[in-house]
């Protein structure tokens, strides 16, 4: 919901999400297990609230991951938090920007005569 406001403001929104979404990948422990990370690292992983759905997911379907419970509640408060003040967000500015794509009132088109 936060993106979606953004990128009907500014078209080239979504062509600088292409090169910001993949840096995901690699702070994400999906392609390397929570385990091989050096100590000091290992609370990294923990505040990042993709970690515990990927883990969940690792652990489900091939049964390999590590499920920690300060991870789980960190992804958990992170996505309440995001999806409610996404909410907030999108409906006091989506009519705002459909407002200005749109280019307004319809008065104006008729001063033209069509």
Excluded: C
């Excluded at 403001?9 to 995901?24: E, N």
């Amino acid at each position: 919901l936060w993106l979606a406001v953004a990128n009907a403001k500014a078209r080239d929104f979504r062509y600088a999400l292409r090169y910001v979404l993949p840096i995901g990948l690699f702070v994400t422990p999906i392609l390397y297990p929570i385990s091989k990370l050096p100590q000091q690292w290992h609370w990294l992983a923990v505040v990042n609230p993709l970690t515990a759905p990927i883990e969940m997911i690792k652990y489900g379907l091939i049964g390999a991951g590590y499920i920690e419970l300060r991870a789980v509640v960190v992804s958990l408060v992170v996505g309440s938090i995001i999806t409610v003040s996404g909410l907030w967000y999108y409906t006091r500015e989506a009519a705002r920007s459909l407002e200005s794509d749109t280019g307004g009132d319809d008065d104006d088109d008729d001063e033209d005569g069509f």
